[in-house]
């Protein structure tokens, strides 16, 4: 070997990479100490033993760029191993180089599956990324990022391209945020809506960039990331509509309305606020199920909707209240919209027997300086003199409206202090056997006695109390007055009617208590009367017959009050369980002098007659009053004539001392003669 072939041995010798040859059958005459270490056998063992053996899938002719992963039985672990062959000579020898590349392989595939992991990542968070080389004015964006933006990957997509596809009311947003951002070199952020490369399809994106400068603070990169949040914008979307929007009707929430009201307030423009309450609708869901009753009410939605401009919100409040924001409009034109809105309800088909359904409505204006809360409380009041007037009206607020208020405020408040403290009194009017002057009960009329001015009547202080729950207490304690007063004079003759107002026929609870309250004292439910007026049983038919079944069920007399006042009850008599009928006044002042009301009262005399009901006339004032009622066979009235009102503890005190004369024990009650001098009470006839 010369000089030069022992140089080159050398040199191989000392390679880093494997060099062996073969024969031309892969039989090995020759490697190198590298090709050894990768074999995994001493050198000198080597030689004489086939390749293909020792290093299974390599080359038996001339190949390049094989690369194999060597067993791991000849080293630990896997190999990655690059295989070249080619001839030497023209004897059929091949010349073998095999070089390791495990390390650079494994950091190739480190990279690949980081990448891939990334990519993956970027998928599965509906996230891409983008860089702007800024110098170049080039925009570099991420496959992931151009197949969510619809594209396939490696299109080419400029800015410009991009800004096409962006909400147009977002794009100024998005450059003067970039041009912040490259003045400041912060990070910034920013959402907005695109067109995906279909042009139909809309996304939301949140956006999230840094700036990266030189030294000098020139901007050289922005990078940034687009992530998909289309699916919870929706959501927010969705929860934002739940917030401000009425789940039953789809319109407008009371927050959707009061905000809308304050800022039409906001832009100092004048305008007016409608509020619109239905009459009677709980009759609708008391008689014909609430299922029947939230029909009603998106069919309601639905037809006031209809009437109103894009620019008038219309909103449901609570239960059955609207309320409409009218800007720009007058309150002589909001009066009119109201108006139709009303005929509008009125048009709704008929969700009952014999009543359709009909609407209060309440009209206030506004105009600069005016507050959300003051406009609604005016049209508030607005809404309550419709109802106080008779329903079915349509009100524009007026300064009066909120001093009737304020008196009826005050005249609740004095109730409610009333009932608390002892202000209350009950008065008895006596019912008498017009034949022989015997007193055969007596009808409790409420008083109010605070000792405050003005002095009250119960026209003064009734009607509102029976606008309010207040109502609902206050004929509980004439109850429980009457019944704690019988419970101290057991004498059966001793007999009270109470009055039972509308409201309380409302109130499923009020028989059972009627019934325990008898039950606790022991008294017998025949001296107790519940009186009922005409008006209020027939606009509770339902509620009323149920309370006089329960009631006469157990003893209790039912008393229709203020009979043929409208004729209503001659169609529902035979629906009512009463006990008897009190005679309207009006029929009685005059039948003394008018044969028209004589032939009346005869003919609900009849009526009673035949169905076995007690009569009562009312309003007996002269004595010739009385002659007339014998005559059409009338035995019982109550009247100034036979017996004005009086407090109750005088009556009750006559009534002890007529149990002490008869016992021979001192009275316990009041010692009064029961004797009333002229002036000294203030009465009347309910």
Request: overall charge negative; charged content about 25%.
């Amino acid at each position: 070997m010369d000089g030069n072939g022992a140089l080159h041995r050398e040199v191989l010798d000392r390679a880093d990479v494997g060099f062996g040859v073969t024969d031309a059958d892969g039989v090995l005459a020759w490697v190198n100490p590298a090709l050894a270490e990768i074999l995994g056998v001493p050198a000198g063992h080597v030689v004489g033993r086939s390749l293909p053996a020792l290093l299974p899938g390599a080359p038996d002719r001339p190949r390049s760029g094989l690369a194999l992963l060597a067993p791991s039985s000849y080293r630990r672990g896997h190999r990655w191993l690059d295989v070249t062959c080619q001839t030497l000579g023209s004897d059929g020898q091949l010349l073998y180089r095999v070089a390791d590349v495990t390390a650079w392989r494994d950091r190739e595939l480190e990279a690949t599956h980081e990448a891939d992991a990334l990519r993956r990542a970027q998928v599965l968070g509906r996230m891409g990324t983008w860089e702007w080389h800024v110098a170049e004015d080039r925009v570099v964006w991420s496959d992931t990022l151009l197949e969510m933006f619809g594209f396939p990957a490696g299109t080419d997509l400029d800015f410009e391209g991009y800004a096409a596809l962006v909400h147009a009311d977002d794009m100024p947003m998005i450059q003067a945020t970039l041009e912040e951002a490259m003045r400041s070199g912060v990070g910034f952020s920013y959402t907005h809506r695109m067109m995906l490369a279909d042009r139909c399809t809309e996304r939301w994106f949140e956006c999230f960039g840094e700036i990266v400068a030189d030294a000098d603070g020139t901007p050289l990169r922005v990078l940034g990331t687009a992530h998909d949040i289309t699916r919870a914008r929706r959501v927010h979307d969705e929860l934002l509509a739940l917030a401000e929007q009425d789940p039953l009707t789809g319109l407008a929430n009371r927050r959707a309305v009061t905000r809308e009201l304050e800022r039409q307030l906001a832009g100092g423009g004048p305008g007016a606020l409608l509020l619109l309450d239905l009459d009677n609708f709980k009759d609708v869901n008391d008689l014909r199920g609430h299922a029947v009753g939230d029909r009603l009410m998106k069919a309601l939605a639905t037809a006031l909707r209809s009437r109103l401009e894009p620019a008038q919100l219309i909103g449901r409040l609570g239960g059955d209240e609207f309320a409409v924001v009218l800007p720009g409009t007058a309150s002589a034109d909001a009066a009119r919209i109201a108006e139709g809105l009303r005929d509008a309800v009125a048009s709704l088909p008929l969700v009952g027997p014999a009543r359709g359904i009909t609407v209060s409505t309440g009209v206030a204006e506004y105009g600069p300086g005016d507050t959300w809360e003051l406009v609604l409380a005016n049209a508030d009041l607005a809404l309550y003199a419709s109802k106080a007037a008779g329903r079915n009206r349509v009100t524009v607020y007026e300064p009066g409206h909120y001093a009737d208020t304020a008196k009826r405020v005050s005249v609740l408040d004095r109730l409610r202090a009333a009932l608390d403290g002892g202000g209350l009194a009950l008065h008895a009017m006596p019912m008498l056997h017009l034949a022989t002057g015997r007193t055969l009960g007596h009808e409790l009329l409420l008083r109010l006695e605070d000792g405050k001015d003005p002095y009250l009547g119960p026209a003064e202080f009734l009607p509102e109390a029976e606008r309010s729950d207040l109502v609902l207490d206050i004929d509980r304690w004439v109850l429980s007055t009457a019944i704690d007063a019988l419970v101290r004079h057991p004498d059966p003759g001793l007999r009270f009617n109470v009055n039972i107002s509308g409201r309380t026929l409302e109130d499923e609870d009020f028989g059972g208590f009627v019934l325990d309250r008898l039950a606790t004292a022991g008294v017998a439910p025949g001296r107790l009367g519940l009186e009922i007026t005409e008006t209020a049983a027939v606009t509770n038919l339902d509620a009323a017959r149920a309370l006089a079944l329960q009631l006469r069920a157990f003893g209790c007399r039912i008393i229709l009050d203020d009979f043929g006042s409208g004729f209503g009850s001659f169609v529902h008599l035979k629906h009512l369980p009463i006990t008897g009928i009190k005679i309207d006044g009006e029929f009685v002042r005059g039948i003394d002098e008018r044969s028209t009301d004589a032939v009346l009262v005869a003919g609900i005399v009849e009526i009673a007659r035949g169905l076995g009901l007690d009569a009562v006339a009312e309003w007996v004032e002269r004595p010739a009053q009385v002659d007339a009622l014998l005559r059409l066979g009338v035995r019982v009235g109550q009247g100034f004539h036979l017996g004005k009102p009086i407090p109750l503890t005088h009556v009750l005190s006559a009534q002890a001392r007529t149990e002490q004369s008869h016992t021979g024990q001192a009275p316990s009650g009041p010692t009064s003669s029961g004797q009333v001098r002229p002036g000294q009470v203030r009465s009347g006839q309910g």
